[in-house]
């Protein structure tokens, strides 16, 4: 069956950064592309970005470029998310979701049981 | 980026009753939406997509509708394991976005 099992969670300083891995299996890693969503506390989803597993291209929200990086490694089938220059506002769980086979712009089919990282000083 | 508002906020519906939640998109989105349920301490879990096709392994008691702007999820009859939190996502373009919410309540 699939599943992604994320990290566990993370304490950082503001201006730290955080690096969240999210490990697929039960599938074909590199067919299906990999999204990573935000959930502040209490709050709505924020889609941030996604990577395709094969040739680790990546597209970033316009409201995390230039401090996000998602990467692959499909010798492991994991994918990562790290966020730098991190804020008290970046306190969230962050979610990597898949996308159907094929599919990049699509409904989320599967997601990972989330990762809480909090900012604190 | 289109803009997804739900409404309302909060509904308050006793168990048996219909449920119908409500999001509208700044621009048209066509039917390339999608329904989710979340409950507390959960990940969100697809119940619609593209408009009106159920996920696998949820109940016929949910289904979606409209295209455009007005999209709409119905529960015909509410258990008590329906009682969460509601977003709407859209698909059709870049980046992709989500309502803010309904939470369904127990009234």
């Known amino acids: 069956q699939v599943q992604l099992v994320q990290s566990g969670a993370e304490v950082r300083k503001p201006g730290a950064s955080v690096k969240v891995s999210c490990k697929a299996s039960g599938y074909t890693f590199t067919t299906y592309y990999m999204h990573w969503v935000r959930q502040a506390p209490g709050q709505g989803l924020e889609w941030m970005g996604i990577?395709?597993?094969?040739?680790?291209?990546?597209d970033y929200a316009q409201n995390f470029r230039g401090r996000v990086t998602m990467t692959r490694d499909t010798s492991t089938s994991t994918v990562y998310m790290e966020l730098s220059g991190l804020k008290y506002e970046d306190t969230a769980i962050y979610y990597c979701?898949?996308?159907?086979?094929?599919?990049?712009?699509?409904?989320?089919?599967?997601w990972g049981q989330g990762t809480l990282v909090t900012v604190s000083s | 980026e289109i803009v997804l508002t739900q409404s309302p906020a909060t509904l308050s519906v006793s168990p048996g009753e219909r449920a119908t939640l409500s999001c509208r998109a700044s621009q048209s989105v066509g039917r390339y939406f999608a329904w989710y349920q979340q409950k507390p301490g959960q990940a969100p879990r697809v119940l619609i997509y593209d408009a009106s096709n159920r996920a696998t392994g949820i109940p016929a008691r949910f289904s979606g509708s409209g295209s455009g702007t007005d999209l709409t999820l119905t529960i015909s009859s509410l258990e008590p394991e329906d009682f969460a939190v509601y977003y709407c996502?859209?698909?059709?373009?870049?980046?992709?976005?989500f309502g803010q919410g309904t939470r369904l309540e127990i009234k």
């Open positions: 996502q859209q698909r059709s373009n870049w980046p992709i976005t």
């Open positions: 979701a898949r996308t159907p086979e094929g599919h990049q712009l699509a409904h989320f089919d599967y």
């Open positions: 990577i395709n597993p094969s040739g680790g291209t990546t």
